[in-house]
């Protein structure tokens, strides 16, 4: 069963998706992230199998369930290269998911290290392995430059430590050109909270303001798995009190194919 299989068998009906995703396995890197934890959560809760990669097993083992039978933890770091990542990912996942990001430190290669090749080893391990549907969650900012935004303060902020928005950049276009089944997430300035509002979606190089729960950006990540309107596209998110409740078939159905 592969990941381009994920949608078409799920997103009929909601029975569908509580029967069928519970034979789905997907690989989460970066699971013991503030956001990748509750990727694992949701998708736990939704009924899927899930292979958590991270770095330091001691730690995942604190703060992931470790009494949940249908989630394997396993040790995963995206920058060790493709072949030792295809074999945490394995033969057995349906999709990848990832939710990885450098911890700002002295090493000024570290986004590169991390959001850069490391993402695209990850990409080179699901091609290794014919894993054909990949999520990146990203941020928005991204193409700044492009948008105009280089005196943006969120811009000039986040590219402070090793230049980090154009590392995830070059990661997304690695991806796009790839050929596989992607969806890239860029959420806006991510928040702990609970969250409060609703989702707005917009197309790339849209949004340059705003942020979001990582409860709403692990939801928005999950939902991809299982709705083909998401595919092959990059969307932008935040969360507004004043936004509409809408569907996330009609949310990702109102992106344009990129």
């Not at 989630?71 to 998911?97: M, N, P, R, W, Y």
């Not at 699901?126 to 969650?137: A, D, E, H, Q, Y």
Request: charged share 25%; aromatic share 6%; net charge neutral.
């Amino acid at each position: 069963m592969r990941g381009s299989e994920i949608t078409e068998e799920v997103s009929e009906t909601k029975e569908a998706v509580n029967v069928d995703t519970k034979k789905k396995t997907i690989f989460v890197a970066g699971a013991t992230g503030s956001t990748g934890k509750r990727v694992v959560e949701q998708l736990l809760s939704k009924g899927f199998s899930v292979k958590a990669g991270v770095r330091d097993l001691g730690k995942a083992k604190t703060l992931l369930s470790n009494d949940n039978p249908s989630l394997q933890i396993v040790q995963a770091d995206v920058t060790e290269g493709s072949a030792k990542l295809a074999e945490a990912i394995g033969e057995d996942s349906d999709a990848v998911i990832c939710a990885t990001g450098f911890r700002p430190g002295w090493d000024l290669f570290a986004p590169w290290k991390v959001d850069n090749f490391g993402t695209v080893n990850l990409v080179e391990a699901c091609r290794k392995l014919g894993v054909n549907r990949f999520i990146l969650i990203s941020s928005i900012l991204v193409n700044g430059a492009a948008m105009g935004q280089v005196f943006n303060p969120a811009y000039i902020f986040l590219n402070v430590f090793g230049l980090t928005l154009i590392a995830k950049l070059q990661a997304e276009q690695y991806i796009r050109k790839s050929g596989i089944n992607y969806t890239i997430i860029r959420p806006g300035g991510l928040r702990n909270d609970p969250p409060t509002g609703n989702v707005v979606m917009e197309p790339e190089d849209t949004l340059y303001e705003g942020s979001i729960s990582r409860d709403q950006v692990a939801e928005v990540a999950v939902e991809s798995l299982v709705h083909p309107e998401s595919c092959f596209k990059v969307v932008e998110i935040v969360s507004r009190t004043d936004a509409p409740k809408r569907s996330y078939k009609d949310l990702f159905g109102s992106i344009k194919l990129t």
